[in-house]
């Protein structure tokens, strides 16, 4: 079965700064991860996904690297703001077919403050 | 486009009480549709996938008598949490896919509900 993990799972940085989050994940035979931001009691917003054929993806201050082999990716948030402070969830998508097909195994998330 | 509802966004219910939650798609087809639940500092767990017209199939773990799904058309899909319990408690996300779970469709996610079982 399998699991992602996310690390860490709370940051606490000032305004301005780069950052990194982390998520791993135990089999690499997958089809996509996605990465989603969730505000408190809300539900998801898709930020980027990468094909597990693709390495990176961008999307202005967000790159998202992926590494198959080794079941990692990271999220990188360059000059983080305020705005930026929610859960950030890492989710991948399986290669297998049947009653897995189209389903998401998510991380438990890493909760990002942003502080003036 | 690709805008997904949940209502009630919020709701609050008496122990031994049935509670349904309604997911819509409102700009396209959603031949597929997923019910999450997730519980405070814990990761989205999977309970159903439902496809339009048929049987939801359920997670290990998930009692089908108790959270009922019905697919019944292509932009709505419900859960019903029947005899409610404390533990219920929860949020719950839906996500809607165009295709029948395909490996080339994106998930769209509803905003949620925050049920709360007294």
């Known amino acids: 079965k399998q699991e992602v993990t996310q690390i860490p799972a709370a940051l606490s940085v000032p305004e301005g700064e780069n950052l990194v989050l982390n998520c791993s994940f135990t089999?690499?035979?997958?089809?996509?991860l996605q990465w989603f931001r969730q505000d408190p009691g809300k539900g998801l917003t898709s930020l980027l996904l990468?094909?597990?054929?693709?390495r990176e993806q961008t999307s202005g201050r967000l790159n998202a690297s992926l590494d198959k082999s080794s079941g990692r990716s990271t999220l990188y948030i360059a000059a983080s703001q305020p705005g930026d402070s929610a859960t950030y969830l890492c989710?991948?998508?399986?290669?297998?077919?049947?009653?897995?097909?189209?389903?998401?195994?998510f991380g438990r998330g890493t909760q990002l403050t942003v502080w003036p | 486009g690709a805008v997904v509802s949940q209502h009630p966004s919020r709701v609050i219910c008496k122990s031994g009480t049935s509670v349904k939650i309604e997911c819509r798609s409102l700009?396209?087809?959603?031949?597929?549709m997923f019910w999450y639940r997730q519980f405070p500092k814990q990761s989205l767990m999977l309970m159903a996938t439902?496809?339009?017209?048929?049987?939801?199939?359920?997670e290990q773990g998930v009692e089908k008598d108790k959270f009922l799904i019905n697919h019944a058309s292509l932009t709505l899909s419900t859960l019903t949490v029947t005899s409610a319990h404390p533990e219920d408690s929860s949020f719950y996300i839906c996500?809607?896919?165009?295709?029948?779970?395909?490996?080339?469709?994106?998930?769209?996610f509803g905003p949620g509900t925050r049920l709360t079982v007294l």
């Open positions: 700009d396209f087809q959603a031949t597929t």
């Open positions: 439902s496809n339009e017209g048929s049987k939801a199939t359920y």
């Open positions: 089999d690499s035979a997958i089809y996509n």
């Open positions: 996500s809607a896919s165009r295709a029948a779970g395909g490996r080339t469709d994106t998930q769209y």
């Open positions: 990468i094909q597990s054929s693709q």
């Open positions: 989710a991948v998508r399986p290669l297998g077919g049947g009653s897995t097909l189209g389903r998401l195994y």
